[in-house]
């Protein structure tokens, strides 16, 4: 099946720096989503971005398909963005809604 | 999270008995999957249901796990005579649909502790 790694695995940053987070996948996907999961266990659905650029506040995420990567760039970074970043995706041929999840990188935020 | 619903989000079960977790997917969507995060660990896939059909069921344990998504009522996970190695959050999703662009939503997660 379809491999997902991110990196770096643990993260820590003081209040207000700037951060990018990668996630490398083996094959064509047609859907990768990024989540975060903070403190509390619930997942937050970021970005859906099988391609292509969007931004959303002080988040924005790229995703270059041809080349099998996406970045998650976090600008400004609060305490509250603190917690597991997940990269998932889902590659031809597998069900819709099969996602397979990256290990996650561990965002801490510093006052 | 778009409105997916689960519930309980916190369950203690002791070894033997069994669990059940629900999930009320967002309000017309017709895709409901299920997953499963141990500590420390990502989220894996277990199961996709539509309206009464289980489409892709790789995912989950042969024994002692079930899923079902009536045409009425929530999406049900069963875990029958638990083992505290299924002590782990279960994660529910849905879709609207199965054409591209169609985003996953997921809910808060059920914490399932067994002793």
């Known amino acids: 099946g379809i491999q997902v790694e991110q990196s770096p695995p643990d993260l820590i940053l003081q209040e207000g720096a700037n951060s990018t987070l990668r996630c490398n996948f083996s094959?064509?996907?047609?859907?990768l989503q990024w989540f975060h999961q903070n403190p509390w266990g619930q997942l937050i659905n970021l970005f859906y971005?099988?391609?292509g650029t969007k931004q959303n506040g002080r988040l924005s995420a790229t995703t270059v398909a041809t080349e099998r990567y996406s970045l998650l760039y976090i600008s400004s970074s609060q305490t509250t963005d603190s917690g597991v970043y997940f990269c998932a995706v889902r590659s031809g041929g597998t069900s819709y809604g099969k996602l397979t999840f990256g290990q996650g990188t561990i965002l801490t935020v510093h006052p | 999270n778009a409105g997916v619903m689960q519930n309980p989000r916190h369950l203690v079960r002791r070894r033997g008995q069994e669990a059940r977790l629900r999930c009320s997917p967002v309000?017309?969507?017709?895709?409901v999957y299920w997953y499963r995060q141990l500590p420390e660990e990502g989220l894996k896939f277990m199961v996709y249901l539509q309206k009464e059909n289980i489409i892709d069921e790789s995912g989950m344990p042969k024994e002692r796990f079930s899923a079902e998504f009536p045409k009425e009522g929530p999406s049900i996970l069963r875990i029958q005579q638990v083992v505290r190695g299924d002590s782990a959050a279960y994660f529910c999703?849905?879709?609207?649909?199965?054409?591209?662009?169609?985003?996953?939503?997921f809910g808060e997660g059920s914490w399932l502790t067994v002793v």
């Open positions: 971005i099988p391609s």
């Open positions: 999703a849905s879709s609207a649909g199965t054409a591209s662009g169609n985003t996953i939503y």
């Open positions: 309000k017309g969507h017709s895709h």
């Open positions: 094959d064509s996907v047609n859907n």
